[in-house]
């Protein structure tokens, strides 16, 4: 894995541009069961963290996580921002300084841990739970072609939310009319998954 400020600016970048691409359909899929605000809340605050890319690329990996940790706790309203906040928060705090490939499982399993606690929630919820956790069980698996399967499973894990019924969040509220609406949460981290993937075959 590829750890230079090239590089680190490059995985800011996909992950930026990547939100902010879809904040549309995000905003369309939260207007179905939420506040119909995470598209605009998600893009404020990759924008937020695009504008400072090339200062947080010459940092180290660890620390340009918990800059956009930090920035998305700031600049992202509703749950969201620390939800994902506390995700790259604790991606920061539990990755080594130049880390390896055997690094990244336990520290996903650690920044899950924390939005689990964070959100006091579960997967099967109907959040972004039901994509990250699928991601990390299959990481633990590992085997060959396994960036390009993280994608794939993220998609489907996200598209296995349409049927759920809300138990968590402003989509709970619905009940039984949660159903039959992909989880706005669920799509974004699909998205963020779908970016690093990218940037991690980048690197091979």
């Known amino acids: 894995m590829t750890n230079t400020a090239a590089a680190r600016g490059r995985l800011i970048r996909a992950m930026a541009d990547r939100l902010i691409v879809h904040a549309e359909e995000l905003t369309v899929l939260d207007q179905a069961i939420g506040d119909g605000d995470h598209g ?3 893009k404020r605050g990759f924008e937020a963290v695009l504008a400072e890319a090339d200062t947080l690329a010459e940092l180290s990996l660890p620390e340009v996580l918990s800059g956009i940790g930090k920035t ?8 969201s921002g620390p939800l994902y906040g506390t995700l790259f928060l604790t991606l920061g705090k539990t990755l080594p300084t130049d880390p390896s490939a055997a690094d990244l499982v336990p520290a996903l399993d650690a920044a899950v841990a924390a939005v689990k606690a964070r959100g006091k929630s579960e997967a099967g919820q ?3 739970l039901d994509v990250l956790v699928p ?3 299959d990481m633990k698996h ?8 993280l994608a794939a499973v993220a998609q489907a894990a996200a598209e296995a939310t349409v049927p759920m019924r809300a138990v968590r969040g402003r989509a709970s509220f619905l009940g039984e009319r949660s159903v039959g609406h992909m989880d706005p949460g669920a799509r974004s981290s699909a998205l963020l998954v779908d970016a690093v993937v990218a940037w991690l075959e980048e690197q091979a």
């Not at 590992?142 to 399967?149: N, V």
């Open 40 to 42: 605009l809340n998600m």
């Open 72 to 79: 998305l706790v700031m600049r992202v309203g509703g749950a």
């Open 126 to 128: 109907k959040t972004m």
């Open 135 to 137: 991601v990390l069980e």
């Open 142 to 149: 590992g085997g060959d072609g396994l960036p390009g399967r």
